[in-house]
């Protein structure tokens, strides 16, 4: 197993040296003679977890490695985000999407590990933790582990569930809302202010506010559309790195802007 599948995670280090010595000296080489009985492929496999943290000189010294020994490897790249993978990587690869998991499948594994592990959970802290999960298991249980090294044998609360995920807020929610509904840009701009001096994510800022602006009865439906076309936009330019200030000044301008037509 080990002659025939190298895995680099992100707690290894990935620059440029490692794919041009460890990953290309593992790749080289060609694979030892077939174990009679076991099914074994002719080829080994390279598995590069959240490759997206990868920069891009190291993408381009893994792009000519796969080119080069692609007879004897195989190359599995596992990202979050594959907007921040090299487009010649891309195009070399056959793409595969996951869903998020069934809530019903994290409430029962989240379960099992509760009482596994003797993990007290105070009333909703389940749901609150499915929520802010977002139908990732490794961060739901990362979150539980995080209460549970806090609280110890004390009931875990939604309320630090909710704080772990850097959730903002009700109330600076309903401030924003405030703000863009009177279409004053002074307002808007103290609003977001305190919202990025307190540290919160615009990541997560755009997701409440995305779910606050449909349920929005003052709204029409084609308001919604337009602001829904400005949401993407945000929140492409976010994953790719822009200025989360900005873009949520930006996004709470235009919203405003609309709101008031």
Request: aromatic fraction near 4%.
């Amino acid at each position: 197993m080990k002659s025939r599948v190298l895995e680099l995670n992100a707690s290894d280090e990935r620059g440029i040296a490692v794919i041009r010595e460890k990953v290309k000296d593992f790749s080289r080489t060609t694979v030892t003679s077939k174990v009679s009985g076991y099914p074994c492929p002719p080829y080994k496999i390279v598995i590069l977890d959240e490759a997206d943290s990868m920069t891009k000189d190291a993408q381009s010294a893994l792009r000519r490695t796969m080119e080069t020994y692609s007879t004897t490897t195989r190359f599995c790249i596992v990202c979050n985000y594959v907007s921040r993978i090299i487009e010649p990587i891309t195009s070399r690869c056959a793409k595969f999407r996951f869903k998020s998991l069934p809530i019903e499948d994290i409430q029962s594994r989240l379960e099992m590990i509760c009482l596994e592990e003797g993990v007290n959970l105070a009333a909703n802290t389940m749901q609150t933790l499915i929520q802010c999960s977002g139908g990732d298991l490794r961060k739901a249980i990362t979150f539980l582990q995080s209460g549970y090294n806090l609280q110890g044998s004390k009931p875990i609360t939604p309320s630090m569930i909710n704080e772990m995920a850097g959730k903002i807020p009700d109330d600076i929610i309903r401030q924003c809302i405030e703000a863009w509904s009177s279409n004053d840009m002074n307002e808007i701009q103290k609003v977001i202010q305190n919202a990025m001096n307190e540290g919160y994510s615009g990541e997560n800022l755009l997701i409440q506010l995305h779910d606050e602006i449909i349920q929005d009865q003052n709204l029409t439906t084609l308001q919604k559309a337009q602001i829904s076309q400005i949401l993407s936009t945000v929140d492409i330019d976010l994953v790719q790195g822009a200025d989360e200030h900005l873009q949520v000044l930006n996004l709470m301008a235009q919203v405003a802007s609309i709101a008031a037509s």
